[in-house]
């Protein structure tokens, strides 16, 4: 079901950029179970309409079936908010990949695509996700970039550094990308490509797992991340659900950034990059 917008009156509309949606991961399932939220489709309705969240993007990420269009459709059916987000896998790409890719794409599945450096041993750059970044902007649809911490140990760090973006994003000029969790904690590498590039942007999802109540330590990062970019429009909310509850991490969140810039950073610029 859509949300009808009669529910949001005039409280702050909301885009969250940054949901997870594969709900057999089991260290998902575990962290949520610790902060009490309802990992299943019925859970993220209840908490998009308890928190003015208008669209969700659906990250699933599910590895062992990449650029799974076929699931992301049906829970579209089911939750007509979830916008669709194909996950490339360069080790287990086959000859019909980018075909089903573009597919996915062209009848609305697919809003966005994402990579997980470091998840696999394989970096952004590398040349078997350019197929995909350029179909990416021949659509003009954005790109995730994993940058930054990772949820497993067993992920290699130096595969996910946000500078690793720059290149992609000069090569590229036509795709948008997007850094996720601020690169952290190589906040500083991710404002600056952000900020020197047009056609990067990053989203705050990420930052926490499992937390009730939020470090202070993020807020003057987030906030010089803020500062150092000098363009509302850069930023995209997301909150890494089910990893954190959206009530606390929306008001986290409009706590750094100044109120001026919540209805960008909340809604409009993810409804411009996303075209929704």
């Not at 695509?113 to 040349?127: A, T």
């Not at 954005?142 to 000069?170: F, I, M, N, Q, W």
């Not at 590039?197 to 990053?202: G, W």
Request: glycine share 6%; charged share 25%.
């Amino acid at each position: 079901m859509q949300l009808p917008t009669r529910l949001f009156g005039k409280q702050q509309q909301i885009i969250d950029v940054h949901v997870h949606t594969f709900f057999e991961q089991p260290d998902a399932r575990e962290i949520a179970r610790g902060n009490g939220a309802e990992f299943t489709l019925e859970g993220l309705r209840k908490e998009c309409m308890a928190n003015n969240v208008q669209s969700v993007c659906s990250l699933y990420n599910n590895f062992d079936q990449p650029l799974d269009s076929k699931t992301i459709a049906e829970q579209k059916q089911s939750f007509q908010s979830i916008v669709g987000v194909g996950i490339i896998h360069p080790l287990k790409l086959k000859k019909d990949s980018l075909a089903k890719t573009e597919k996915a794409i062209a009848d609305g599945t697919f809003k966005a695509l994402k990579v997980y450096p470091g998840y696999y041993p394989v970096f952004s750059i590398d040349k078997r996700f350019h197929p995909f970044y350029k179909l990416a902007g021949k659509y003009n649809i954005p790109v995730y970039v994993h940058a930054g911490d990772t949820l497993s140990s067993e992920a290699r760090l130096k595969y996910c550094r946000p500078l690793d973006v720059d290149e992609v994003a000069v090569d590229l000029p036509d795709t948008n990308f997007i850094i996720t969790q601020m690169g952290n904690p190589w906040f500083i590498d991710a404002a600056e490509v952000t900020y020197k590039n047009p056609n990067v942007y990053l989203d705050t999802a990420g930052l926490f797992a499992g937390m009730v109540s939020f470090s202070k330590l993020y807020s003057s990062r987030i906030q010089y991340v803020i500062d150092y970019i000098e363009d509302p429009r850069k930023i995209l909310y997301g909150s890494d659900w089910p990893m954190v509850r959206m009530k606390e991490y929306i008001e986290f969140i409009k706590s750094i950034v100044p109120k001026q810039m919540h209805q960008k950073v909340f809604y409009d610029n993810a409804k411009r990059l996303f075209k929704l």
